[in-house]
C-alpha cells in the first residue's frame, strides 16, 4: 500500500479521535420500532470533486419512505460515489443529504458492497452482532442476530468461520449486519454483483421480501437493468454525474422474470442507456 | 492443512533424528567415528546425566533460558510496541523508520565488542544482545502486518461504528496476527542463536559457558550435550509458538480442521 494513502487511512489523530465529527454522530441510540419504516431522503444539489475531477454535478433527489430506488449507470457514471454520500463515506463538495426526521442516528443507514466484508476471525454469528454494537446487552445482541440470521435462512452456519461459506452465503450473512439494527435507509452497491446468476435470483428474492416487510428505504446501486427492474419502485439513471431519467417502475410485485412487461421497460432503458445505439 | 496431516507430518519428522541416533551409536561403537570427534549417544547421555547429578545442567539451563526469555520479552515487547504505533500513526512512523531502518541493517553480533565494553561480561550484555536480535523481526513483521489488514474491513468497522479501541481489537489487531506470528517465530530462532554465540564469548553460566569450559578439558561428550541440547530449546520454543499459532488462528482457512 502506497504510504500517503496509509495517512489519510490512519493518521494517529484521526485514529484516535474519529473522523471530524463523525464519532458524534455515533451518540444517538437507535431507534426502537416495532415494523420498521423507512425514512424520507432528500438530496439538494449534492456535487462531489475528487481534486480536479467533479464526479457529481448538483444531484437534486427526493425518495419517500419506504421507497426502493435503482441507481443505475455506466462505471465511472458516479453512482458509487453517490452511495458512498449518503452512508457518509465521503463528504459533500457542496449540497446537502437530509434523512427524514433528521434526528436521525448514524445506524440508521447501512451500507452492503459487493465484497461482503465480513470479519474472517469472527464467526457467522459475531459478524452479525458487528451491526448491533450500539446494543449494550451482550444476550440481547446474540438473540437479536440469531433471529436476524434466521430471517436470511443461515441460523444453522452461526457457529461458522466465514471462509467455510459460499458467495451467497456470506452476502446473506452480510445482508443480516446490515439489517440486524434495523436501518431505515439501506444502500446497497452492487450487493450481487459477485455473485452467480441463480444466486443472484435467490438473493434478489431474499431482499425483496426482506423489504416487504421492513419497509426500509432502499437505494440500489447496479448497472444490470434486469435486476433494477425486478426490484425498484423507480429507476434513477446517472450519466456523467448526473440525473438524466428517473422513470417510475409501476409494476405489482412479485414480478415475474421475462415478462413482456419488464423485458420492454428493460430495452427502453438499455435504448436511453445506449442513446438510441441499440435500435436496429 | 487438516490436524491430521499436521500431527501425522510431526510424527514423520520426528523419524529422521530418532533413526539417526542407532546409526550413529553404531559407527561410534565400531570405531568409524573416533571418540575425540565424536562420541557416541550413550556416552553423551551418561554425560548428561553426570552434569544432571552433580546440578549442573539444569542450572545452566536454567540460566540460559532465564536470559532467553527475558532478553525475549524485552526486545520483542519494545519491537511490538514500536510495529503497533508505526502501524497506527503515520507520525510515529515518519519519526521512528528511517533510524529503525539503519539500525536493522547493523548484524547485531558485530556489536559484541562494543557490548562487551559497556557492560563486562554481564547479564546486561547478554539480555542487550537478544533483545536487539529479537526486537526487528517482531517489529517488522508487526508493522506489515498492521499494514496489510484489509482497508475494506477497516471501513466497515468504521461504518458500523467501531470506536478506535473496538476497531484495533476486533478488526486490526486479529488481522495482523497471522503475520506477528511470523515475526515471532522467527524471532525464537535468533534468540537462542543470540545468546548461545554471546555466551560462547563471554559469560561465567550457562550452557555457551558450560561447552567452552568443557572444550577446555576437552570433554567432547560435554560439547555434543550442549549442541543438543540447544537443538532441544530451539525446537520447543518454536513447537510452543505453532501451537499458540494454530489455536488463535483457527478461523484462518490453513489451519482449519475441516
Known sequence: MHASEYATRLDPLDFFFGRGGADEDLAPPVVERTGSTGTDLVIKGLAKSFGQKQVLHGIDLRVPAGQFLAVIGKSGCGKSTLLRLLAGLETPTAGTIALGDGNAGRSATRIMFQEPRLLPWARVVENVEVGLLDTDSRAERRERALAMLAEVGLEDRQGEWPSILSGGQRQRVALARALASRPQLMALDEPLGALDALTRIEMQNLLERIWLQQRFTAILVTHDVGEALALADRLVLIEEGAITLDLAVPLPRPRRRGSPELARLEGEVLDRLFDGQSKH | ?258
Do not use: C
Open chain 2, 1 to 258: 492443512m487438516t490436524l491430521a496431516r499436521l500431527t501425522r507430518g510431526n510424527a514423520i519428522g520426528w523419524a529422521v533424528p530418532i533413526l539417526l541416533i542407532p546409526l550413529w551409536e553404531l559407527l561410534a561403537r565400531t570405531g568409524q567415528i573416533a571418540p575425540s570427534v565424536l562420541p557416541a549417544p550413550s556416552a553423551v547421555l551418561e554425560a548428561g546425566w553426570r552434569l544432571m547429578l552433580t546440578g549442573q545442567l539444569p542450572e545452566n539451563i536454567w540460566v540460559s533460558s532465564l536470559r532467553a526469555f527475558t532478553g525475549f520479552a524485552i526486545g520483542g515487547g519494545i519491537g511490538f510496541a514500536l510495529g503497533l504505533a508505526n502501524g497506527l500513526s503515520a507520525l510515529s512512523q515518519r519519526l521512528t523508520d528511517t533510524t529503525l531502518q539503519m539500525i536493522r541493517n547493523i548484524p547485531h553480533l558485530a556489536l559484541i565488542p562494543l557490548v562487551i565494553l559497556w557492560f563486562g561480561i554481564d547479564e546486561e550484555a547478554k539480555l542487550f544482545l537478544v533483545a536487539l536480535g529479537v526486537f526487528f523481526p517482531i517489529y517488522i513483521n508487526t508493522l506489515h502486518g498492521i499494514r496489510t489488514v484489509d482497508p475494506h474491513l477497516i471501513e466497515m468497522g468504521r461504518i458500523y461504528g467501531m470506536s478506535p479501541i473496538t476497531l484495533f481489537w476486533r478488526v486490526i489487531l486479529p488481522g495482523a496476527l497471522p503475520s506477528i506470528f511470523v515475526g515471532l517465530r522467527y524471532a525464537l530462532g535468533i534468540m537462542w542463536l543470540t545468546l548461545i554465540v554471546a555466551e560462547t564469548i563471554s559469560a561465567s553460566s550457562g550452557l555457551g559457558y558450560m561447552a567452552m569450559q568443557a572444550r577446555e578439558f576437552l570433554l567432547v561428550d560435554v560439547v555434543v550435550l550442549a549442541i543438543i541440547i540447544y537443538a532441544l530449546l530451539g525446537k520447543m520454543a518454536d513447537a510452543i509458538a505453532r501451537l499458540l499459532e494454530r489455536l488463535s488462528l483457527q478461523w484462518h482457512p490453513a489451519f482449519q480442521t475441516h
